[in-house]
Structure formats: C-alpha cells, structure tokens
T-cell receptor
Framework: DSGVTQTPKHLITATGQRVTLRCSPR?????VYWYQQSLDQGLQFLIQ???????AKGNILERFSAQQFPDLHSELNLSSLELGDSALYFC???????????FGPGTRLLVL | KNQVEQSPQSLIILEGKNCTLQ??????????LRWYKQDTGRGPVSLTI?????NTKSNGRYTATLDADTKQSSLHITASQLSDSASYIC?????????FGSGTKLNVKP
C-alpha cells in the first residue's frame, strides 16, 4: 500500500459525458501528479500540482482539467469524453519534485 | 519519435537467473532517470532514481546503471524471483516533465 488513495476504482460512462476522479496523496506530500496509461500509448504525464498551485503540464487535453484543494487532495475532471479516453488514470504524490513518487492504485475508465 | 526506447519489449527467464533490461534515450538535458516496476493493473512502484551525474544505483537485487555518453541506462536483476514478473518502465525527468518508455514485460518462470 503506497498511502495514495484514488476513487473510484472503476468508472463506466458514455461518450460526451463528464467525470471526476479523486486522489488523496500520502500524508505530508505536497506534490500531486496525474498520469494516463492506455494500452497503445503507455504511461503519459498529464499535470502536476504543488501545494495547491499548478507546477507542470504534460500531454493534457483541453477537455481535461485538474485542481488541488487546500487539504491537498486533487481532482481530475474529464469532459466531453471520447472512446479514446478509456484508460487507467493514476495519481502519484511526492514530498518534492525530485523525490520518489508514490502511485495510487488507479482509476480504470471505460467510455462506451 | 519516442525519446525513450526500451528493449527488449518482452523477456522470459527462468527463476534464479539474472537479466538486464535496456533503456536508450534522447532526452537532454535531464535531472534524473527513474526505473519503475509495474504489476499488471497496479500503479508503478519506484525502484531507483539516478541523477544525471550518477553511474549506478542499487535497490536490493535491482541495480541501475547510467552512461550519459552513450545515453543508455540498464536495469540488472539478480537471482530473479517469480514475483519479479512485471513490466519495468524507464522514465526521464526534465524540468517538470516526464518522458516514459513503453516498458519491458518480464516473465519469470519456475
């Protein structure tokens, strides 16, 4: 158990819909990262937040957005969902940028 | 073109044997290079983190090496165990961005 929790574990929805994925980092970790992992693309970095502020952006689509709240939990919002958005979405946390990242168990999203 | 290439794509070895996984990269400069182990359907687990100036880093039976001249890293697994069956992912961290390889799928057979 990494100490990072993600909800829900599984999500099935339809194209065009909007969903919110939630992540609680390890106690004391200020950085939260979001990743997408699909079978054909591998692991892709989406976005990072540090202590409530956006720190870095990766390959995140404009239909996706995220935020980190004062209690340091984070949410990833995916809207206008497409079939290709079906993937595993991982959250990770770390104390600082260069430190070890601890990954959560992931949310498996299926868009039908 | 992917800036991080891993080889082989998959590997089957017998329990107790050693193996070496390769990671070739073009990302430059970078702050650190990481190796992760990922069991099927689970989140990656960090094995090693090496800064650009380090040559080697060990974590138990896992030893990572880095050759900045040839832009290659390798992960050596000693005395493999059945529980080593997983995907191993190489990643480079460069100014708040991550570049991931597509992974090597290792299958350790009894």
């Amino acid at each position: 158990d990494s100490g990072v929790t993600q909800t829900p574990k599984h999500l099935i929805t339809a194209t065009g819909q909007r969903v919110t994925l939630r992540c609680s980092p390890r106690s004391g970790d200020l950085s939260v990262y979001w990743y997408q992992q699909s079978l054909d693309q591998g692991l892709q970095f989406l976005i990072q937040y540090y202590n409530g502020e956006e720190r870095a952006k990766g390959n995140i689509l404009e239909r996706f957005s995220a935020q980190q709240f004062p209690d340091l939990h984070s949410e990833l919002n995916l809207s206008s969902l497409e079939l290709g958005d079906s993937a595993l979405y991982f959250c990770a946390s770390s104390v600082e940028d260069e430190e070890t990242q601890y990954f959560g168990p992931g949310t498996r999203l299926l868009v039908l | 073109k992917n800036q991080v290439e891993q080889s082989p794509q998959s590997l089957i070895i017998l329990e107790g044997k050693n193996c070496t996984l390769q990671c070739n990269y073009t990302v430059s400069p970078f702050s650190n290079l990481r190796w992760y182990k990922q069991d099927t359907g689970r989140g990656p687990v960090s094995l090693t983190i090496m800064t650009f100036s380090e040559n080697t880093k060990s974590n138990g039976r896992y030893t990572a090496t880095l050759d900045a001249d040839t832009k290659q890293s390798s992960l050596h697994i000693t005395a493999s165990q059945l529980s080593d069956s997983a995907s191993y992912i190489c990643a480079l961290y460069n100014f708040n961005k991550f570049y991931f390889g597509s992974g090597t799928k290792l299958n350790v057979k009894p």
